[in-house]
T-cell receptor, first 111, second 114 residues
Framework: AQSVSQHNHHVILSEAASLELGCNYSYGGTVNLFWYVQYPGQHLQLLLKYFSGDPLVKGIKGFEAEFIKSKFSFNLRKPSVQWSDTAEYFCAVKDTDKLIFGTGTRLQVFP | DADVTQTPRNRITKTGKRIMLECSQTKGHDRMYWYRQDPGLGLRLIYYSFDVKDINKGEISDGYSVSRQAQAKFSLSLESAIPNQTALYFC?????????????FGPGTRLTVL
């Protein structure tokens, strides 16, 4: 079965800093990959997803992620973070009929 | 997402009590899921259902049961609650016709078992 690793558990940045959150999945083949965001006190919302085609995926709020098949990775990036990006970020991979989630990365952005 | 609702939003109960968490959706999706979220552990799948007659165990189904009363309703029960079931519980839905299986989440139920 698939598994997902998020190596950064807690990231602290200042506004305008660049962000990259790591995500690795366990094995190859055709994969569907997702990044979800959970703002404080809210439910999970889809940021972006990859299922085929261009490996660079653009999402909402200026986020993007790059699928690198050779590295089994799907890292999330944003060139300049804002205080409102403070949230928990979850990477997920589709495994047959289910989603497997990583343990999440908590991002704190300070003004 | 207002299309997926969960009741109650918060619940405090005592060890040994039976409790039911309810999920309703107006998205018309056929697939529904129950997850629990614990700090540092992410989301773990408890049960999922692909239609009214289909129920499947997830990663951590022990101590839980579910009922799919209709396409739009999926309930999670804790038969005899214990303190380590204190967690945030999320319901989610997805559409079989959408090949990527994007899931849409409800607002969550915060459950505390004393």
């Amino acid at each position: 079965a698939q598994s997902v690793s998020q190596h950064n558990h807690h990231v602290i940045l200042s506004e305008a800093a660049s962000l990259e959150l790591g995500c690795n999945y366990s094995y190859g083949g055709t994969v569907n990959l997702f990044w979800y965001v959970q703002y404080p006190g809210q439910h999970l919302q889809l940021l972006l997803k990859y299922f085929s085609g261009d490996p660079l995926v653009k999402g909402i709020k200026g986020f993007e992620a790059e699928f690198i098949k050779s590295k089994f990775s799907f890292n999330l990036r944003k060139p300049s973070v804002q205080w409102s990006d403070t949230a928990e970020y979850f990477c997920a991979v589709k495994d047959t009929d289910k989603l497997i989630f990583g343990t999440g990365t908590r991002l704190q952005v300070f003004p | 997402d207002a299309d997926v609702t969960q009741t109650p939003r918060n619940r405090i109960t005592k060890t040994g009590k039976r409790i039911m968490l309810e999920c309703s959706q107006t998205k018309g999706h056929d697939r529904m899921y129950w997850y629990r979220q614990d700090p540092g552990l992410g989301l773990r799948l408890i049960y999922y259902s692909f239609d009214v007659k289909d129920i499947n165990k997830g990663e951590i189904s022990d101590g839980y049961s579910v009922s799919r009363q209709a396409q739009a309703k999926f309930s999670l029960s804790l038969e005899s609650a214990i303190p380590n079931q204190t967690a945030l519980y999320f319901c989610a839905t997805s559409d079989f016709l959408e090949s990527t299986d994007t899931q849409y989440f409800g607002p969550g139920t915060r459950l505390t078992v004393l």
